[in-house]
């Protein structure tokens, strides 16, 4: 046989065994733990995966969200990065940027795709093009103490802002808090959008520069501190996380906190007895409330992509994504889960599906993460008492226009 015929023959086989290893391959997941529920539901689902695809194997790693970014920053530079990689959606755009997502449409058809709830599979898109999948979803809303709130003269729960701080100074009267502000950790300059957006603002303009810094920002952070300063908010503001404020609302000694939907389910098994309601985020001369989607993403460097497109396809099976969904409280993303009686009927997620067509999402833009942490840090700076409004807005807007779109 002749000498390139070998080098064929061999190439062949070499092409052969990679092949083979792609369809009967190991791939890692990393996922964030949303509950207690997370990590039993992957480890099942897993194991589940394995029995129907023999020689697969689905190693599943769980950690926390607050050490999920750090992590997955140390594996890309060891170049050791996960196969599947679940994050929250706004930090898609830094990734893609560094050129480290594999396209959606590089691994997944039409068929799969339009499983998808639209509005959440459109968070995952850049420039037309889609990167992530989104694997949880929720609309943010305000939780109302129904006695607290009753009390106060507002049984339905406030509807504007001015009805917060008049509801918050009748709490205040009976000892318990107002109106919950978070300060601390991820999310934080979300719940200063909240008033922002409901003010007129925008977080970012159309050329992508900060815009949270306009009239309706400065308006919008000097509202918080204000209710801080009149001790309507929980004390200590920059130092309490989501977290935080979940705790003191269910032990019925905050009247409102404005929260996502897996709050329902913490509520029903911390604190079945409490009466609580759920209503809009205060309008502020607009309806709005926030979108949130976290997504699941491939990595360019996976070496068994048609592995890791195979367990997508299992993990977003109807009977799979009920499990998640109603084991973690959140909103449906396929149409299957949307249109089951277990959602379709349900009273409280009803509520919530309901303020979908006012949402804002976060902007999915490179550098976004570094912008939001200048936010954050005018914030807590703002709550602290140590810098006033325009003048930490004005500086984390200057820090901002620095980050945005920057590789």
């Known amino acids: 046989m002749k000498k390139t015929?070998?080098?064929?023959?061999?190439?062949?086989?070499?092409?052969g065994l990679l092949a083979l290893n792609v369809q009967a391959g190991?791939?890692?997941?990393?996922?964030?733990?949303?509950?207690?529920?997370?990590?039993?539901?992957?480890?099942?689902?897993?194991?589940?995966?394995?029995?129907?695809?023999?020689?697969d194997t689905v190693k599943v790693e769980v950690g926390s969200w607050e050490n999920t970014q750090q992590k997955l920053q140390a594996e890309i530079v060891s170049n050791n990065p996960p196969d599947l990689a679940h994050v929250t959606t706004r930090w898609v755009a830094d990734f893609v940027s560094d050129d480290l997502v594999e396209p959606v449409d590089n691994?997944?058809?039409?068929?799969?795709k339009s499983r998808f709830i639209p509005a959440f599979l459109e968070a995952g898109k850049i420039n037309g093009k889609l990167y992530a999948l989104p694997i949880a979803a929720s609309v943010r809303a305000m939780f109302y103490n129904k006695e607290l709130l009753g009390k106060a003269g507002f049984p339905d729960g406030p509807k504007t802002w001015d009805d917060v701080i008049a509801a918050a100074k009748k709490i205040k009267t009976g000892g318990a808090y107002g109106y919950g502000i978070q300060g601390k950790d991820l999310?934080?300059?979300?719940?200063?959008?909240?008033?922002?957006?409901?003010?007129?603002?925008?977080?970012l303009d159309a050329n992508?520069?900060?815009?949270?810094?306009?009239?309706?920002?400065?308006?919008?952070?000097?509202?918080?501190?204000?209710?801080i300063d009149q001790g309507l908010s929980e004390p200590g503001v920059a130092g309490n996380t989501r977290y935080d404020l979940h705790n003191l609302f269910k032990q019925g000694r905050l009247g409102m906190v404005i929260s996502l939907p897996p709050l329902v389910k913490e509520i029903a098994k911390d604190a079945p007895q409490l009466k609580y309601g759920i209503t809009g985020v205060p309008n502020g001369g607009k309806d709005i409330t926030f979108g949130v989607t976290d997504s699941i993403m491939v990595f360019k460097a996976s070496k068994n992509k048609e592995t890791a497109q195979k367990f997508l396809n299992f993990m977003f099976s109807k009977s799979a994504r009920l499990k998640f969904d109603q084991g973690e409280g959140f909103m449906p993303v396929t149409h299957e889960v949307a249109n089951d009686p277990v959602f379709k009927d349900d009273p409280v997620l009803s509520r919530f599906v309901a303020l979908l067509p006012n949402a804002r999402f976060a902007p999915l833009v490179s550098g976004w993460e570094d912008s939001a942490q200048?936010?954050?840090?005018?914030?807590?700076?703002?709550?602290?008492?140590?810098?006033?409004?325009?003048a930490a807005l004005d500086k984390a807007a200057a820090e901002a226009n620095t980050k945005l779109n920057k590789k």
């Open 107 to 112: 691994y997944a058809n039409a068929a799969f």
């Open 374 to 390: 200048a936010v954050t840090n005018a914030l807590q700076a703002i709550y602290q008492g140590k810098a006033e409004p325009k």
């Open 187 to 203: 999310d934080t300059d979300t719940y200063f959008y909240y008033a922002l957006w409901s003010m007129g603002g925008e977080v």
């Open 5 to 15: 015929n070998l080098i064929q023959l061999a190439g062949a086989i070499v092409f």
């Open 26 to 55: 190991n791939i890692r997941i990393s996922m964030s733990s949303y509950s207690d529920n997370t990590r039993p539901w992957l480890e099942a689902l897993a194991r589940e995966y394995e029995k129907s695809n023999p020689g």
């Open 208 to 227: 992508n520069k900060a815009a949270f810094n306009s009239p309706a920002g400065v308006k919008a952070a000097t509202l918080y501190k204000s209710m």
